[in-house]
């Protein structure tokens, strides 16, 4: 198979899997018993106005879609840990001469401030489990933004193709960055991420 055509293949698995982190059936922790939460601790924006716009990327970056999440494409896993909204944003960018492809995703979802560690806990769990033959996860070191945050590389052993996600908390914002296909640099997709905190007001 040619590269460009495994970077085809792979671009479009890409551009799906951050939704398998919730679409699929995994059993998730129970929620905590809602205490009275500060208000400094929830969100006073929208998840759109939270989005990485095309300035915060690479000029090379483009807009390949933007949406607001819904029930209908949320799981019961997520439903149970009481989500309440979100949006989708994903920038590409694909340098067909050096067979080179790269895409950038951010999905916002807003939860009852008491729920943000056990939906992180969700994220680890599925992280981890995508590990087969085929494909290597490594967790790697906390990057340290926002409330709380975990990082992973997901490598398919097979094109070498790989991608890099973070997860991390600020308030009641659960985000999570996900970036690469044939080339990604993960203290650019850091230093991504650093901007999409700064957006949650």
Do not use: C
Request: aromatic residues 8%.
């Amino acid at each position: 198979m040619k590269n460009m055509e495994k970077i085809g293949i792979f671009f479009s698995v890409l551009i799906i899997i951050i939704t398998l982190f919730f679409t699929i059936s995994v059993k998730s922790p129970q929620p905590e018993i809602p205490q009275s939460i500060p208000e400094s601790k929830l969100s006073t924006i929208e998840p759109s106005e939270m989005a990485l716009q095309l300035s915060d990327v690479p000029a090379d970056f483009s807009i390949l879609e933007k949406t607001e999440r819904t029930h209908s494409n949320t799981s019961q896993s997520e439903l149970d840990l009481g989500w309440i909204k979100g949006y989708y944003v994903v920038y590409k960018r694909i340098n067909s001469d050096k067979q080179d492809a790269e895409t950038i995703q951010q999905l916002i979802n807003v939860y009852p401030f008491e729920n943000v560690k056990q939906v992180q806990a969700l994220l680890k769990k599925f992280a981890l489990s995508s590990a087969n033959e085929n494909v290597q996860v490594d967790e790697l070191l906390d990057p340290k933004i926002g409330d709380s945050s975990q990082a992973f590389r997901i490598r398919n052993l097979n094109t070498q193709l790989t991608i890099y996600i973070i997860s991390f908390t600020k308030n009641d914002v659960v985000e999570l960055i996900l970036a690469g296909v044939t080339s990604a640099d993960y203290e650019s997709v850091k230093n991504i991420t650093k901007i999409a905190t700064e957006k949650i007001k």
